[in-house]
């Protein structure tokens, strides 16, 4: 109450603080993405698709189940990793039989993402740090106790309680003393939540490309149903109230929402592309569902396009034509044959020509509202700047004043506008959190088969750049933490 009062005595510091904000971001903006152009197209610069990557090398994938006493079982899903050469722990799932031999009263309890840990302890130090985005050490030994389960998959209220309890220690506890206690414990807080949705998120894209994998499988569609609409309920406020019988609704209702947003992502990326000379190429992962997709130019384009203009609404890059990085490039490329009406064709058809091609962006389609910018090739901080506005604008407003989009009225409708205005434009900033495409990336170079090794390598290169958690691992870390926690899992 004395928080409140002194907010009512005093508002327009409050107004003149959202007003410093709100003009810091969007003169931010004005940098991070150009004013869109026209978007005029040269009509005799031919433009289509690359070759899709090869998807019928599909990922060894197998599941494995351990008795456990008392009536129960753990399954395993196993993946042999590119980078180790060898089979990997990935997902563990604990099913109780009950002591009988039942399936269909058998019950999915916790679940496992065993690259998820509980943090060193200089991970969780620097999570405190407010206004820390980055990543500044690994954690390479787990201890011999069992791993952290990241999701239990019964129907519980835990998850009700914890947050009435939180909420009520951050407006009881936290907010009387100030800024100096309430900011370090909301960032970590916000650290640890993140860093959950990743595990969850890199679990989900696991069990579903384990889904379209043939063979015999230990967990049945309807297992697999629950436990993907339970993982997406884990962050819905009644979630846990779901009935068990509704599940399959929910899954349905998921892939549909997902589906929606990814062939709208999907329409967008490619019709803003060609239309600015450039090759729209999905990535397919191995179950035929294409979450990313490459954005590529050609080298042949950037030296005859110099200064045309170039509107990059939507695809938040700066311009390739007449760039001396392009013109000079010493990163990743590839040769591709195209024939007289452009089209990708094998080398040494008759009449094919080729072009050097040269990947410029990656971005989710599994995204809300617009393409989420993940990998910028020419400048791996590009992404993480975008990122950090949404992380930036939160931690000012919720972890230093304590504002609200339902406790303060400058705030709830400079929000409003901002969001509207950088929405409308296709401005990648301040959208929804990347947490979810990156897991999903990931899981992709961990998986995948149809990526250059070469090329996921320098992919793997950017994405540790981007990181902003402090308790995320690299991915040949996970790779290791995975194999010891399952033999603590084991044990």
Known sequence: MRQVKSANKKPNINCLVLGVVFVVLLSASSI???????????????????????????????????????????????????????EIPMVSVLRDTLGDDKPENDQLRYLWMLTYTKGALDQKLAAFVPFLYTRTSNHKNPGSGPPRPVADIRRSDKQLWNTILWIAFTKGALNP??????????????????????????AMSVLSLYESVNGEKVLSDTEMKDIEARLSLSDTMFGWHMQDENLSRVY????????????????????????????????????????????????EDVAANTGRKFDNRFLNIRSPWGDDRLAKWKGYSQTRWYDEENRVVKEG????????????????????KIPALLVDFRDARNPKRREMTRRALHDVT????????????????????????????????????????????????????????????????????????PLENDLDVEIDLALKQYENLMA
């Open 177 to 202: 003393i100030g800024m100096a206690a309430r900011a370090p414990v909301l960032q970590y807080r916000q650290n640890t939540d993140d860093y959950r949705r990743s595990a969850i998120a890199q």
């Open 32 to 86: 991070f993405s150009q004013a869109p152009g026209s978007s005029t197209s040269d009509p005799s610069l031919a433009v289509s698709q690359p070759a899709a990557p090869d998807t019928n090398k599909e990922p060894n994938l197998r599941i494995e189940k351990v008795p456990v006493a008392g009536g129960a079982e753990i399954m395993t899903i196993f993946a042999k990793i590119r980078q180790s050469k060898k």
């Open 349 to 368: 058809t008759p009449g094919a020509k080729p072009r050097t091609m040269i990947p410029l962006a990656i971005y989710g389609l599994d995204y809300p």
């Open 398 to 469: 919720s972890n230093v004043f304590a504002l609200g989009q339902f406790s303060s009225l400058p705030y709830f409708f400079g929000r409003f506008i901002y969001d509207f205005a950088t929405g409308r434009r296709g401005m990648d900033i301040n959208q929804a959190s990347r947490v979810r495409a990156y897991a999903q990336l990931k899981t992709l170079l961990a998986l995948d088969a149809s990526l250059d090794d070469q090329f996921r390598a320098e992919i793997a290169d950017k994405l540790e750049k981007v990181s902003l958690n």
């Open 252 to 299: 349905d209702k998921t892939v549909a929402s997902s589906r929606d947003i990814r062939g709208h992502n999907w329409e967008l990326l490619r019709q803003y592309s060609e239309n600015q000379g450039l090759f729209f190429d999905p990535l397919v992962m191995p179950d035929g569902v294409a979450r990313h997709a490459i954005v590529w130019t050609s080298a």
